[in-house]
């Protein structure tokens, strides 16, 4: 029983360069997020998706793109990746009765 | 914006001691959740409550919502050092999409043997 299951764990990028977080989850839940947590400022809401086909953002969207062309797979993407993109970032899914599953997370720094 | 406020930020105790953390909001929220974290791991859901006043137990774990649906409190009994974590709470606004929680910023509990 994977869950929620996000890759890669550490990934290190340069300043402008792309990378696309992974997040994949077997337990047939429509909705599924990505938040982002830093020292201080808690988790907050990049981009959320309701079912396949269907996202929109939260809190903290600028920077990131999403989609959701399956059930399975929410991927993140830095398009031109920043210094304060550095976090560490969650992907989660929503079970029927409102609890969030959250994957392990992707330590990302950007130098 | 709505905020969640949990206090107190940072807690070290010692084995067997008693603890209370708290989150408080101006805002309503129509249920509240607790979460704990450990090291290298994502949060993981302890206890939901809906209801205005509700108090639930899980073990050493006691949680209640305020009666007016803006606060909660954490209370761990006998604290032990694998209570060790970050403890988030999460409120969802009403009218919003059933998975986008506001969270708070957590309280690190360290309990020490």
């Known amino acids: 029983n994977a869950g929620v299951t996000q890759t890669p764990k550490f990934q290190v990028l340069k300043t402008g360069q792309s990378m696309t977080l992974q997040c994949a989850q077997d337990?047939?839940?429509?909705?599924m997020s990505w938040y982002r947590q830093d020292p201080g400022m808690g988790l907050r809401l990049i981009h959320y998706s309701v079912g396949a086909g269907i996202t929109d953002q939260g809190e903290v969207p600028n920077g990131y793109n999403v989609s959701r062309s399956t059930t399975e797979d929410f991927p993140l993407r830095l398009l031109s990746a920043a210094p304060s993109q550095t976090s560490v970032y969650f992907c989660?899914?929503?079970?029927?009765?409102?609890?969030?599953?959250f994957g392990e997370g992707s330590r990302l720094t950007v130098l | 914006t709505q905020l969640l406020e949990q206090s107190p930020q940072f807690l070290s105790i010692q084995e067997g001691e008693n603890l209370t953390v708290y989150c408080n909001s101006s805002s309503v929220f129509s249920s509240l959740q607790w979460y704990r974290q450990e090291p290298g791991e994502g949060p993981v859901l302890l206890v939901t409550v809906v209801t205005g006043g509700e108090v639930k137990k899980l073990k050493r774990l006691t949680f209640q919502f305020g009666d007016a649906r803006k606060d909660s409190s954490l209370h761990i009994t006998a604290a032990q050092p694998g209570d060790t974590g970050l403890y988030l709470c999460?409120?969802?606004?009403?009218?919003?999409?059933?998975?986008?929680?506001?969270f708070g910023k957590g309280t690190k509990l360290s309990v020490k043997p």
């Open positions: 989660a899914s929503l079970a029927l009765e409102g609890r969030l599953f």
């Open positions: 999460a409120g969802l606004n009403y009218g919003g999409s059933q998975g986008n929680l506001i």
């Open positions: 337990m047939n839940h429509e909705y």
